[in-house]
């Protein structure tokens, strides 16, 4: 590839609870249940070999993650960082890079929010794309070529909403009843990188 052909850097966006690290339980609606203390947080035992794969092509590697239990207090701020900073540790111990954690901390319902700063409809909660936009934002990423991974609905959302193209990868989250056409389903996201790679090299 000649060096005009470079253009700007592409970014492969990633959900954290269930493709990352495993969810600690289904809530009411068949959605993950995110882990609120550090001790039940712990990565998959291919994450990191998966984002090594994705940085060895050349992609950003972002982690977008939806975490209002901090705005209704079951989490605290310090819990949550604790966890991202292991979580960036672990990876690169295994030679991984994740170049950015993005992390919505708001929720719009008044009832279950307990500190007001975080009570908003923001932009940034997925299915919105806010936090792929800030990212593209921040580092020039081309998001036409980017990619986003995730196991709901809201995830597929918000790639396809940034104009990036979207793996689901299937566990037991439940996403009946929502109409979603991922461009591809994968098992893990080992397998949701081998399909990126399979797609680079074959475009
Ligand atoms: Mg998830
Ligand atoms: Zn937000």
Redesign the pocket.
């Known amino acids: 590839m000649g060096i005009g052909e470079l253009g700007l850097p592409k970014a492969v966006f990633l959900d954290r609870d269930g493709v990352i690290n495993p969810p600690v339980g289904l809530d009411e609606f068949g959605g993950t249940e995110s882990p609120l203390r550090f001790e039940d947080f712990q990565i998959f035992p291919w994450t990191a070999k998966a984002i090594k794969i994705l940085n060895g092509f050349g992609f950003y590697v972002f982690v977008v993650t939806?975490q209002?239990a901090v705005a209704k207090e079951k989490m605290s701020l310090q819990e949550l960082e604790n966890m991202h900073f292991h979580l960036t540790y672990w990876v690169r111990e295994a030679g991984g890079i994740i170049d950015k954690i993005y992390a919505?901390?708001?929720?719009p319902d008044p009832k279950q929010v307990k500190i007001p700063a975080?009570l908003?409809e923001?932009?940034?909660?997925k299915p919105?794309p806010?936090?792929l936009f800030q990212a593209a934002k921040e580092f020039g990423i081309d998001l036409q070529k980017s990619w986003m991974i995730g196991d709901t609905w809201k995830d597929i959302r918000a790639g396809q909403a940034a104009g990036c193209r979207t793996i689901l990868v299937r566990n037991e989250t439940d996403n009946r009843g929502k109409t979603i056409k991922p461009d591809f389903e994968a098992e893990n996201l080992l397998e949701a990188a081998e399909i990126i790679l399979w797609e680079e090299n074959n475009q």
């Open positions: 939806n209002p919505c901390l708001h929720h975080l908003t923001c932009d940034c909660r919105k806010g936090m």
